[in-house]
């Protein structure tokens, strides 16, 4: 083992090895292809540096980076702005607080351009960026401490109540540094008198770059590594192939900076184009609205509950720079699909992408979409269907997803990585098909496939039906133990406004689904609620709605 850390120290820039030390095992790391040539990185490569520095030297700095509100008016930074602050966070991070190339920094922060400026500085110096979601719990941020060994944090002051809580669990964390607040020992004030330049740490190209914590659709996120190549793959691929994103574009929505949607969606696809961003903390749709039409933007990023609202209330709105709109985090129903494209022209761009995989690896152009799929396998990845004993499905066949490229699942010291990566493959947790030619249709995750009286229910199309109701805002299936059918179809339905939710309305979901799709797929319980679990960006968790069907069941 001495052998292979002098191997590892020959050309990594990270002092701490910490994150290093606890990757997978070799033979547990998934197969990685570089088939691209735009993946083809130099062996010393920091990302902040390639999206952000280079953009400046490339001339860009005079340009607009970072949109918001500030104080009620429009506040637009540049690259060189951004650039400027960056380097100062980075000063501070090495010189106030002595982290060395490889500490963790635990982020904290909603979507603003404070909080863009600390990831970027973050990176330059050569430390790894573990943001969290703004609406996590002392008690989560304790585990996510934990596992990641941070010794320093950098948080939005509006966040210390839950920050303050977790720093007096975690002996190891040192240090917590509040930005946007400007007061002595704040952030602002710590970097004031520091210089505007750095020079940047030259990472390796497989240096560990951030630590991305899952979005907790399961109840227990996992800790996933990427380098800093993956940060730059990710703006490379998915952008590249169905962006094709330009300078004078806009970008805007809702994902979380901290979610690696939000990251590449929000922050680094604009900037490896040279386009500026809109960053707005907390968006409802009719306010995504406001802000496309202010800002005047091109491309949208939201998850597919929000494309399902914004379609009733786009006419509303001058939409008329709209030009791209991607959906991540949950299937994209056709019926959100369509009655989008109705109310504002636009082809939704479906996108499947993993915090695994750090961002979209299966999508498609507006020219390429095909009724009912997700897309197929963007030019750098692959992916094909595998049945229960890892051999390849036939066309049509329902199986589990897997995937290869350039970048992979490298779960930070967790078991859970054998069930992840097998033989190479990165295997999602989607149930999928794939027809002749290549294109995948989504069932249902894994473990929310539903079997009732021998039949194999896909939850998910049970949902698809019972949106196209008039009458349903939104929904959730799950199955729930049934003594004679072994499972039954349950659906959670929040109703539009003017509905009554009573038994009338639950029989007439259940004859609309019987008469959409095969009836046997109906569900035989339906309980209306005001609104459903849902994680910080928009993935219904079913889990939850599972817990509440078996309290339900006890209860009885």
């Known amino acids: 083992m001495p052998r292979e850390n002098e191997k590892r120290m020959a050309y990594t820039a990270h ?60 506040f637009h930074g540049t690259y060189a702005q951004l650039l400027a602050r960056a380097n100062q966070i980075a000063h501070v991070l090495a010189e106030d607080l002595m982290l060395v190339p490889g500490s963790r920094v635990l982020l904290r922060g909603p979507n603003n351009p404070m909080m863009a400026a600390c990831w970027f500085g973050i990176i330059k110096a050569g430390c790894i960026a573990v943001a969290t979601m703004p609406l996590l719990r002392a008690k989560e941020l304790k585990q996510i401490i934990d596992k990641s060994k941070c010794a320093v944090a ?44 750095f020079d940047n740490i030259e990472t390796a190209v497989d240096d560990v770059a951030l630590i991305a914590f899952t979005s907790g659709t399961t ?26 994103a330009k300078p004078n574009d806009i970008f805007c929505g809702t994902p979380p900076l901290a979610f690696t949607f939000g990251l590449g969606g929000m922050l680094c696809f604009p900037m490896r184009a040279g386009a500026s961003t809109v960053l707005i903390e907390k968006l409802t749709p009719e306010e995504l609205l406001q802000t496309i039409q202010d800002f005047r933007a091109t491309v949208c990023f939201t998850a597919p509950t929000f494309y399902r609202q914004m379609a009733e209330l786009a006419p509303k709105y001058d939409l008329s720079s709209l030009k791209k709109c991607v959906s ?65 499905c036939a066309p049509g066949v329902v199986g589990r997803l897997a995937v290869k490229g350039p970048t992979g699942c490298k779960y930070l010291a967790d078991e859970r990585q054998t069930a992840y990566v097998q033989n190479g493959w990165n295997v999602t947790g989607d149930a999928y098909s794939m027809d002749k030619d290549g294109y995948f249709y989504y069932q249902a995750r894994t473990d929310d496939m ?60 259940q004859e609309y689904v019987k008469a959409t799709i095969a009836p046997y797929k109906y569900p035989r319980a339906v309980e209306f609620v005001t609104a459903l679990p849902r994680t910080e960006t928009g993935k219904l968790q079913r889990f939850k709605l599972r817990d509440m069907a078996l309290q339900g069941a006890a209860g009885t």
């Open 328 to 392: 991540a985090g949950e299937a994209l129903p056709d019926p959100t699909r369509q009655a989008f494209k109705s109310a504002t022209g636009i082809e939704i761009l479906d996108g499947l992408g993993s915090t695994e995989m750090i961002h979209i690896f299966i999508s498609h152009t507006a020219e390429r979409v095909r009724p009912g799929a997700t897309g197929y396998a963007i030019p750098g990845y692959r992916a094909t269907i595998l049945d229960d004993d890892g051999k390849t």
């Open 219 to 244: 109840g227990q996120p996992k800790g996933c590594i990427h380098y800093h190549r993956d940060v730059v793959a990710m703006c490379d691929l998915f952008p590249h192939s169905c962006l094709k």
């Open 450 to 509: 539903i079997i009732s009286a021998g039949y194999n229910i896909a939850g998910p199309e049970v949902e698809t039906a019972l949106l196209t109701h008039e009458a349903v805002a939104e929904c959730g299936v799950v199955g729930v133990p049934d003594a004679a059918r072994g499972m039954i179809v349950k659906a959670y339905v929040v109703l539009k406004p003017g509905h009554r939710d009573d038994a009338a309305m639950a029989k007439a979901l």
């Open 15 to 74: 002092v701490d090895t910490f994150a290093r030390d606890n990757l997978p095992p070799p033979d547990q790391m998934p197969e990685f292809l570089f088939e691209r040539p735009e993946v083809h990185y130099p062996k010393r490569l920091n990302c902040a540096a390639e999206l952000l520095d280079r953009m400046v030297a490339r001339g860009h700095g005079d340009r607009p980076v970072i949109h918001t509100m500030l104080g009620g008016q429009k």
């Open 154 to 197: 950098l948080c939005d002051v509006r966040l210390d109540e839950e920050m303050q809580l977790a720093q007096a669990q975690c002996p190891e964390l040192k240090q917590v540094l509040y930005f946007n607040d400007g007061a002595p020992g704040s952030l602002e004030d710590a970097i004031a008198p520091k210089p505007q330049t």
